[in-house]
Nanobody, 115 residues
Framework: QVQLVESGGGLVQPGGSLRLSCQAYGNIFRIFVMGWYRQAPGKQRELVATITSRGITNYAVSVEGRFTISRDNAKNTVYLQMNSLKPEDTAVYYC?????????WGQGTQVTVSS
């Protein structure tokens, strides 16, 4: 039905930046909430940020002021701009898309912040 393709992960030094992208493909009429979650080794998956169809955003306290979530409805794509990255941001990042056809997860992309 729907496939989510993530990109943009990689290795950066502390203080650096990355931008993650997640595009949804398939028979989609509407996308409602889109978001990003992450999971670090030995940790449970946690919410990073969400954005509604009206553009209302929500951030985890740990990333607020450093990360920015945005979406391009014409491209069925959600982005996560990550600035001032810290080693504790290291994790696998997963996108979530809530559509008229149901909820779908991306395959995950690795983000590593290290000197």
């Amino acid at each position: 039905q729907v496939q989510l393709v993530e990109s943009g992960g990689g290795l950066v030094q502390p203080g650096g930046s990355l931008r993650l992208s997640c595009q949804a493909y398939g028979n989609i009429f509407r996308i409602f909430v889109m978001g990003w979650y992450r999971q670090a080794p030995g940790k449970q998956r946690e919410l990073v940020a969400t954005i509604t169809s009206r553009g209302i955003t929500n951030y985890a306290v740990s990333v607020e002021g450093r990360f920015t979530i945005s979406r391009d409805n014409a491209k069925n794509t959600v982005y996560l701009q990550m600035n001032s990255l810290k080693p504790e941001d290291t994790a696998v990042y997963y996108c979530l898309t809530n559509t008229d056809r149901g909820d779908y997860w991306g395959q995950g992309t690795q983000v590593t912040v290290s000197s």
